[in-house]
């Protein structure tokens, strides 16, 4: 038997990629995975996009390219951060595969083994999944509707050699919380207090339906520390695989390096044709369709909830992105009710267990409403409310507390 590496054996398969494989059977109603609407897809421009690019460029767009990225999609991506208020030239910028690359990246860059991470409590399995491969400590600190409780990161940060802060703060995966002003300015300051640099995943904010848009860290940031990662998956599809990473000079170009030693760089051919398909397209109408669509199935969502849960069931109802997070009753654990759920009721969602690093509350759940028609949403929660009721009767009779 082949001996594995350490960093290798130490990471554990993601929950929510084996309950897909489940969920990917026709007769199930899948809430599981964080997925957009295919539907929504713009695949008529997108083939479009390709066959210009093939015709006008296809040499060029086929052979090996710069690892930085195609010059004229960083220069996009530069304008979009300018837009935000973060001033930023395409030198600023690396194209990946998919922001999930830069997460990897960044830690191959800044994390020792044994390194300490801050992460909020929950937060995204597959960053959890980084850090563990890179071999890295991670401490979880709460947060609650407003984001990361910031008195509990200064402990965390007086205590502990911090070498990198990791969130979301828009529509966060897997609890829909987006980061209020306050919160982002006091997680700045802390971070330049204490030197400590701050890996800001952004992959859903485009997908905002409702209240009003706040700017990045990067925007808030003038020490260097924040480094900015996004995507163009939520936007236009996931199967292109073009992310973006932006960071100051001083870790970028490492980052450039260990990029050049993973995989030479991202698609020559996909790079370009988002630059073909962003000069005809009218992205801005795209997205407002996206945000309509998912506005109507994440209410629709929230009100089943709200409608036929079990009493005392809590549930955040977000801004924008693809995910509910449902916390219910004590005494439902939602891991060992999953089989009965796809079994018997044919209908998965993602266990709220895996996404915690620690205080895990095993009665929670993650609820994917994008990729739902709203058909499927009402009858999926109606079942779901079946399986969670009657586990908590069973409880009930059963004399557990509850």
Not at 5 to 21: D, F, H, M, Q, Y
Not at 83 to 97: E, Q
Not at 234 to 242: D, E, F, N, S, T
Not at 324 to 345: F, K, M, R, Y
Request: proline share 7%; aromatic share 6%.
């Amino acid at each position: 038997m082949m001996r594995l590496a350490e960093r290798t054996s130490g990471v554990t398969p993601s929950a929510v990629r084996e309950i897909l494989k489940v969920a990917e059977q026709p007769e199930v109603r899948s809430f599981a995975g964080g997925l957009p609407a295919p539907e929504l897809f713009p695949v008529d421009a997108i083939a479009q996009a390709h066959a210009r690019v093939l015709v006008m460029n296809g040499p060029a767009a086929l052979q090996y390219s710069t690892t930085e990225g195609y010059a004229p999609l960083r220069e996009w991506i530069a304008s979009h951060f300018a837009d935000k208020g973060a001033p930023t030239t395409a030198d600023d910028v690396l194209v990946t595969n998919g922001s999930q690359q830069g997460i990897d990246l960044v830690s191959r860059v800044l994390l020792d083994p044994g390194a300490v991470v801050v992460t909020e409590n929950p937060t995204y399995l597959a960053a959890l999944q980084v850090f563990q491969a890179a071999q890295a400590k991670v401490v979880a600190v709460d947060s609650d509707r407003e984001g990361m409780q910031l008195e509990a990161l200064a402990k965390v940060l007086a205590t502990h050699d911090v070498r990198l802060i990791y969130l979301v703060p828009n529509f966060a995966n897997p609890t829909g919380v987006t980061w209020t002003a306050p919160r982002r300015a006091g997680l700045i300051a802390l971070a330049q207090a204490w030197k400590v640099p701050v890996l800001e995943d952004d992959p859903y904010g485009a997908i905002r339906f409702a209240g009003a848009p706040l700017p990045p860290l990067a925007a808030m940031d003038d020490a260097g520390l924040v480094i900015s990662l996004g995507t163009f998956s939520k936007m236009l599809a996931p199967g292109l695989r073009i992310g973006w990473l932006r960071a100051p000079a001083a870790v970028r170009k490492h980052v450039v390096v260990a990029k050049q030693a993973t995989d030479l760089h991202s698609s020559s051919l996909a790079q370009r044709a988002v630059v073909e398909l962003l000069a005809r397209f009218d992205l801005e109408a795209h997205l407002n369709r996206l945000r309509s669509v998912y506005r109507e199935r994440c209410e629709l969502m929230f009100e089943a909830v709200r409608a036929v849960f079990p009493p005392g069931t809590k549930c955040l109802k977000p801004d924008g992105g693809l995910f509910l997070w449902v916390e219910l009753p004590n005494g439902v654990d939602t891991l060992s009710l999953l089989t009965t759920a796809v079994t018997q009721h044919r209908v998965a969602y993602v266990p709220g267990a895996p996404f915690f690093v620690d205080r895990v509350r095993s009665n929670t759940l993650r609820l994917n409403f994008s990729n739902c028609q709203p058909k499927d949403i009402v009858e999926g929660m109606a079942s779901l409310s079946r399986v969670f009721g009657e586990a908590l009767s069973a409880g009930a009779s059963a004399g557990s507390p509850l």
